[in-house]
Nanobody, 124 residues
Framework: QVQLVESGGGLVQAGGSLRLSCAASGRTFSYYAMGWFRQAPGKEREFVAAITRNGGSTDYATSVKGRFTISRDNANNMVYLQMNSLKPEDTAVYYC?????????????????WGQGTQVTVSS
């Protein structure tokens, strides 16, 4: 079992940057593919980025590709989302999630463990 705690959200102006962190408990963190999702008010939860167990492969939603970077540190049970050139439409609650699978997925149902979320607000 994995417990996830996100941090690093906040209020930022358009064009600014934030770095989200997700701390994972458990000794088997490296068994899990990790993903970031977000949910804006009145909208469904959507895929943002994902990374394989060893960090060798990543995937990004079209809307964030080139602006966001996902990374992980298996030695310290951490996963990160560096967000640059933020836009007002990036405003949402951002969630970290873990999937016990070899290949990464864009589907929330593939992720068994979720954090509580961290709010990101981008002002225009």
């Amino acid at each position: 079992q994995v417990q996830l705690v996100e941090s690093g959200g906040g209020l930022v102006q358009a064009g600014g940057s934030l770095r989200l962190s997700c701390a994972a408990s458990g000794r088997t963190f490296s068994y899990y593919a990790m993903g970031w999702f977000r949910q804006a008010p009145g909208k469904e939860r959507e895929f943002v980025a994902a990374i394989t167990r060893n960090g060798g492969s990543t995937d990004y939603a079209t809307s964030v590709k080139g602006r966001f970077t996902i990374s992980r540190d298996n030695a310290n049970n951490m996963v990160y989302l560096q967000m640059n050139s933020l836009k007002p439409e990036d405003t949402a609650v951002y969630y970290c999630a873990a999937a016990n699978r070899l290949y990464i997925s864009r589907h929330p149902n593939e992720y068994a463990y979720w954090g509580q979320g961290t709010q990101v607000t981008v002002s225009s």
